[in-house]
């Protein structure tokens, strides 16, 4: 296998803005330009993830991969098949130019015969990754476990109706929550893929619940023993591979997480298509987490509307992310959560360089995004008529509902008197609605505007 897995791109991707004709550069994302006091990379914290685009043939339900990956190749040695891919894989994160990556234990390392094989298979890429960390500079985002793709998990990993798989899972992600640490991971995500039912039939809903509740409180227990300091996120997704996922959504995690007492341990990494799966907008799911303090990180891609799985397609739509983004920044921005591209190329896409244009495409979107957001947040229009909305709460009668002093009876005296008599007020949406044009309009028109001087 080649030295150099990309020879199609020299170097790393550059900055070519709008005008540039060169497809190998990028139009809108320069790391270093400031945006509401901050550089562009450090609002954005892009990664690359490495099981769709490094570990993943291409193949569907229909059809075999139809990809050029050599390292998937059956007849190679498994582990010299996991340093080529390694090093493929950095040579990309390097020459794209972001900040950080994420991996499943076994998108890198292969499972041995036995766990003590699979273990000292993680363990001697682990050390091979930091080598490449070393190198290039990049960094961890976050770690996780694949506790779907084996036999083993059919019927779940934390929820399954065996403690045998409950221990092996847990064995697992001991693993590779001590790997994460060790390779400085910002963050540790649980994906409950197969955590749900295929049949109420067969399912002990109230058991599954305890039995998942115990293995987050493990987790949470063991992240503190070891002393890793990131942060734990669950990533909710509806259903996919299973009929129903017990992590739902951003407001079902919650509810699960505060109900077992475990809402100060762990936030929510939340999968743009995952909302749309969910029948909310990516918009609803930031907007909820944020609100419910547990906002994380973000898995960016699409859907498509016309289909009901998870296509996983590179992010192109700046109008939907610019709501998410401006949540986010409403929030606060991200903390140790970034925006990791959990997306995959289309089965036909079968050039390396294609590989860059998705990413570079998803990169752009997302730092046009960013842009908009910004100037919603700078022109403040938005913000001050939603205060405005609520601006009754300031007063008198509004404080005396929330702090409790006004029982039913006495509102309803007020009431009775006519004291009391609203008036229906405008919600104003089309006008908010013109407002998010304008300012990603105004972006188009003023693409420098907010630049470093
Ligand atoms: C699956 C999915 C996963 C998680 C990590 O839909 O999003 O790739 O992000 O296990
Ligand atoms: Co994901």
Same mark, same amino acid.
């Given at each position: 296998?080649?030295?150099?897995?990309?020879? /199609?791109?020299?170097?790393?991707?550059?900055?070519?803005?709008?005008?540039?004709?060169?497809?190998?550069?990028? %139009?809108?994302?320069?790391?270093?330009?400031?945006?509401?006091? %901050?550089?562009?990379?450090?609002?954005?914290?892009?990664?690359?993830?490495? #099981?769709?685009? @490094? +570990?993943?043939?291409?193949?569907?339900?229909?059809?075999?991969?139809?990809?050029?990956? $050599?390292?998937?190749?059956?007849?190679?040695? $498994?582990?010299?098949? *996991?340093?080529?891919?390694? &090093?493929?894989?950095?040579?990309?994160?390097? %020459?794209?130019?972001?900040?950080?990556?994420?991996?499943?234990?076994?998108?890198?390392?292969?499972?041995?015969?036995?766990?003590? &094989?699979?273990?000292?298979?993680?363990?001697?890429?682990?050390?091979?990754?930091?080598?490449?960390?070393?190198?290039?500079?990049?960094?961890?985002?976050?770690?996780?476990?694949?506790?779907?793709?084996?036999?083993?998990?059919?019927?779940?990993?934390?929820?399954?109706?065996?403690?045998?798989?409950?221990?092996?899972?847990?064995?697992?992600?001991? *693993?590779?929550? =001590?790997?994460?640490?060790?390779?400085?991971? *910002? +963050?540790?995500?649980? #994906?409950?893929?197969?955590?749900?039912?295929?049949?109420?039939?067969?399912?002990?809903?109230?058991?599954? &619940?305890?039995?998942?509740?115990?293995?987050?409180?493990?987790? *949470? =227990?063991? %992240?503190?023993?070891?002393?890793?300091?990131?942060?734990?996120?669950?990533?909710?997704?509806?259903?996919?591979?299973?009929?129903?996922?017990?992590?739902?959504?951003?407001?079902?995690?919650?509810?699960? !997480?505060?109900?077992?007492?475990?809402?100060?341990?762990?936030?929510? +990494?939340?999968?743009?298509?995952?909302?749309?799966?969910?029948?909310?907008?990516?918009?609803?799911?930031?907007?909820?987490?944020?609100?419910?303090?547990?906002?994380?990180?973000?898995?960016?891609?699409?859907?498509?509307?016309?289909?009901?799985?998870?296509?996983?397609?590179?992010?192109?739509?700046?109008?939907?992310?610019?709501?998410?983004?401006?949540?986010?920044?409403?929030?606060?921005? !991200?903390?140790? /959560?970034?925006?990791? @591209?959990?997306?995959?190329?289309?089965?036909?896409?079968?050039?390396?360089?294609?590989?860059?244009?998705?990413?570079? /495409?998803?990169?752009?979107?997302?730092?046009?995004?960013?842009?908009?957001?910004?100037?919603?947040?700078?022109?403040?229009?938005?913000?001050?008529?939603?205060?405005?909305?609520?601006?009754?709460?300031?007063?008198?009668?509004?404080?005396?509902?929330?702090? /409790?002093?006004?029982?039913?009876?006495?509102?309803?005296?007020?009431?009775?008197?006519? =004291?009391?008599?609203?008036?229906?007020?405008?919600?104003?949406?089309?006008?908010?609605?013109?407002?998010?044009?304008?300012?990603?309009?105004?972006?188009?028109?003023?693409?420098?505007?907010?630049?470093?001087?």
């Amino acid at each position: 296998m080649s030295q150099d897995f990309f020879p /199609g791109v020299e170097g790393r991707i550059p900055f070519g803005g709008l005008r540039s004709d060169n497809p190998l550069a990028y %139009k809108v994302y320069q790391p270093d330009r400031m945006v509401l006091g %901050k550089r562009m990379e450090d609002h954005l914290r892009i990664a690359v993830c490495c #099981w769709h685009s @490094f +570990n993943w043939p291409g193949s569907d339900v229909f059809g075999t991969g139809t990809f050029d990956r $050599p390292w998937l190749d059956p007849r190679l040695d $498994p582990m010299i098949g *996991a340093r080529a891919k390694l &090093e493929a894989a950095f040579e990309f994160f390097d %020459k794209l130019g972001v900040p950080f990556f994420c991996f499943h234990d076994r998108d890198l390392a292969p499972e041995g015969r036995t766990f003590a &094989e699979t273990a000292s298979n993680l363990a001697a890429i682990v050390e091979a990754a930091e080598g490449q960390m070393a190198r290039t500079g990049v960094k961890l985002l976050w770690g996780t476990a694949n506790l779907f793709s084996h036999p083993r998990y059919a019927a779940g990993a934390a929820t399954n109706p065996d403690p045998e798989v409950f221990a092996y899972a847990a064995a697992q992600v001991k *693993a590779m929550l =001590e790997a994460t640490h060790r390779l400085g991971g *910002a +963050n540790y995500v649980l #994906w409950g893929g197969r955590e749900g039912y295929e049949t109420l039939l067969n399912t002990d809903l109230g058991h599954e &619940e305890r039995q998942f509740a115990r293995f987050l409180e493990l987790v *949470a =227990e063991h %992240k503190h023993r070891i002393g890793f300091k990131g942060t734990l996120l669950i990533e909710p997704k509806p259903q996919e591979p299973t009929k129903h996922q017990y992590d739902y959504d951003a407001a079902t995690v919650y509810g699960f !997480l505060a109900r077992h007492h475990l809402e100060g341990e762990y936030r929510v +990494n939340l999968e743009a298509n995952h909302a749309t799966l969910a029948g909310h907008s990516f918009h609803h799911e930031v907007a909820t987490a944020v609100t419910l303090g547990i906002f994380g990180s973000v898995d960016v891609n699409r859907g498509d509307y016309q289909n009901g799985w998870d296509t996983d397609q590179f992010a192109n739509s700046v109008d939907e992310l610019s709501l998410a983004i401006y949540e986010i920044l409403r929030g606060g921005g !991200l903390t140790s /959560g970034g925006f990791n @591209f959990d997306a995959k190329l289309r089965r036909q896409s079968l050039d390396r360089t294609d590989l860059f244009h998705a990413h570079i /495409g998803g990169i752009d979107t997302l730092a046009r995004a960013l842009l908009a957001a910004a100037a919603m947040v700078e022109a403040g229009a938005i913000e001050r008529l939603r205060e405005d909305r609520y601006a009754g709460w300031a007063g008198d009668l509004g404080r005396s509902i929330l702090s /409790g002093d006004a029982l039913l009876e006495v509102l309803a005296g007020r009431v009775a008197t006519g =004291e009391i008599d609203p008036r229906p007020r405008s919600g104003r949406q089309e006008l908010l609605e013109n407002l998010v044009n304008q300012a990603i309009w105004e972006v188009d028109a003023a693409p420098d505007r907010g630049a470093a001087d």
